[in-house]
């Protein structure tokens, strides 16, 4: 799997911020908007996310084909580029089968009305999307994907597990229903915004309860903010857990069927 990027919803560095953070030279402290790239070779490219950021995560990432693409919820963060889509519309000569609750669809579809509207318009193209709705494990081709229910404040949104890695963004809470789902996980990818309290997603600190919890084999932080530069926080992390950073890639085990 691929970083594609892990900043928050502003990204790193922000518009019109002059904090050491934003002015670093260290390219692990420019972060784009939040995603990630599961590729299976020869049986599944998944993508976890559009962010506003994702024709040039694309382009970066190299992804030439998406057989599937996953929301973990509708913030514009997460969804403002699936217009972009189109491209792998063109290349692959079809929709994108797309995974959501139906919570995030409603915004989905309100958010890109004219995907769905059916309303025929003069000139360029629209996103074709293939609706499938998350009611439970499914799978992406031979890949299984298990939904992992996670609160990000009020919001109940979705994290998500490919055989002994998950990925929890947006999230200060787990469900109850959660902690058996990622029961065994060895990489564990968790939101952790900034130090100080958050009302939707997970300090520094309190990611590290959830991680010393689970005992995965390793961690990763993601969706960081400017406040966390990447060479300070690092140094005070524990062994096994790391900041992420946009471009890393993970080898991870996934279930195949
Ligand atoms: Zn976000
Ligand atoms: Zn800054
Ligand atoms: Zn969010």
Redesign the pocket.
């Known amino acids: 799997m691929t970083f594609l990027g892990t900043g928050t919803s502003s990204g790193?560095?922000?518009i019109g911020?002059?904090?050491?953070?934003?002015?670093s030279t260290d390219s692990r402290d420019t972060r784009l908007r939040p995603s990630i790239h599961v590729n299976v070779p020869g049986q599944a490219s998944i993508l976890i996310d559009t962010t506003p950021d994702f024709r040039q995560q694309a382009l970066t990432a190299g992804i030439e084909r998406v057989d599937a693409i996953l929301f973990t919820h509708s913030h514009a963060d997460h969804i403002l580029g699936l217009d972009d889509i189109r491209r792998y519309n063109w290349i692959q000569g079809g929709p994108i089968p797309c995974y959501a609750a139906p919570v995030t669809w409603d915004d989905i579809r309100r958010t890109f009305h004219y995907a769905f509207d059916g309303v025929q318009r003069m000139g360029g193209g629209i996103p074709r999307i293939d609706r499938h709705d998350i009611d439970g494990p499914f799978a992406v081709g031979p890949v299984r994907v298990v939904p992992v229910p996670l609160w990000h404040g009020d919001a109940p949104i979705l994290g998500f597990r490919f055989g002994t890695f998950a990925y929890l963004t947006d999230c200060n809470r787990l469900d109850d229903r959660a902690w058996e789902l990622v029961d065994g996980v060895e990489t564990l990818v968790i939101d952790a915004l900034r130090d100080k309290k958050h009302s939707t997603h997970f300090t520094v600190a309190e990611a590290l309860e959830v991680i010393a919890r689970l005992t995965p084999k390793r961690a990763y932080l993601t969706h960081m903010s400017?406040d966390l530069g990447h060479a300070a926080t690092s140094a005070r992390l524990p062994a096994g857990v790391d900041l992420a950073y946009d471009g890393l890639v993970l080898d991870v085990h996934v279930d195949v069927e």
């Open positions: 790193v560095p922000m911020c002059s904090c050491d953070v934003c002015r400017h």
